[in-house]
């Protein structure tokens, strides 16, 4: 186990809701970055926070959204779904924002009809 | 562009052999890779990582090597075991890429099938 959880693990949504999903760091970590998982394909990276603020931001639209608390732990919120935001959901947290190990969570399945 | 690849989508071994996953990079300027295991419903699970500063860096039955030449990266596992069946993906780290620190590029992802 990494000690990195997420929440909810699955999710079912229709298209046009909003939908927030969450995620606890690794103890001592401040990084959480968020990567979208399509199936048969690999993760990708759509943002990271480091201390409460946007560290980077992958090719996803403005829609998708994020926030990260005083304790590390983070959400990644999607507004307005699409069919095709339906993925696994990842979430790594990191000990720094420099190449360090990204240690990820079980993922959270979202199902958007 | 960005991308990193595997060769082989599918690696079916015996139990006890020994498995090679390949990887090509892109970006000659990346200094630091990871292979990840990703069971069925699972996250990805840290196996190994390496920096550009050396070729070669052994782990517990896992090898990792990288040639900067040709931007090739492999993962050797000694005396596969059926625990060993995932989805095998080598990442590469592109630090300040984009104003991104610590992004991780992945593959499609190798799935290694070891067979009894």
């Known amino acids: 186990e990494t000690g990195v959880t997420q929440s909810p693990t699955h999710l079912i949504k229709t298209r046009g809701q909003q939908v927030t999903l969450r995620c606890s760091s690794q103890?001592?970590?401040?990084?959480v970055s968020w990567y979208q998982q399509a199936l048969g394909q690999g993760p990708q990276f759509i943002f990271q926070y480091y201390r409460e603020e946007e560290n980077g931001r992958g090719n996803f639209p403005p829609r998708f959204s994020g926030l990260q608390f005083p304790n590390y732990s983070s959400e990644l919120n999607v507004n307005a779904l699409e069919l095709d935001d339906s993925a696994l959901y990842l979430c790594?947290?990191?000990?720094?924002?420099?190449?360090?190990?990204?240690?990820f969570g079980a993922g959270t399945r979202l199902s958007v009809l | 562009g960005e991308s990193v690849g595997l060769h082989l989508p599918t690696l079916s071994v015996q139990e006890g052999d020994n498995s090679i996953i390949n990887c090509a990079y892109s970006?000659?300027?990346?200094?630091?890779f990871i292979w990840y295991k990703q069971e069925s419903g699972k996250g990805p699970q840290f196996i190994i990582d390496?920096?550009?500063?050396?070729d070669k860096r052994q782990g517990q039955r896992v090898t990792v090597l990288l040639n900067k030449t040709v931007k090739h990266l492999s993962l050797q596992i000694a005396a596969t075991q059926p625990g060993d069946s995932a989805v095998y993906f080598c990442?590469?780290?592109?630090?300040?890429?984009?104003?991104?620190?610590?992004?991780?590029?992945f593959g499609t992802g190798t799935l290694l099938a070891v067979q009894p």
């Open positions: 103890s001592g970590h401040n990084t």
């Open positions: 790594a947290s990191s000990f720094s924002t420099k190449g360090d190990i990204q240690y």
């Open positions: 990442a590469e780290n592109m630090g300040d890429y984009g104003g991104a620190t610590n992004k991780l590029i």
């Open positions: 390496i920096r550009s500063n050396m």
């Open positions: 970006n000659s300027a990346s200094d630091y």
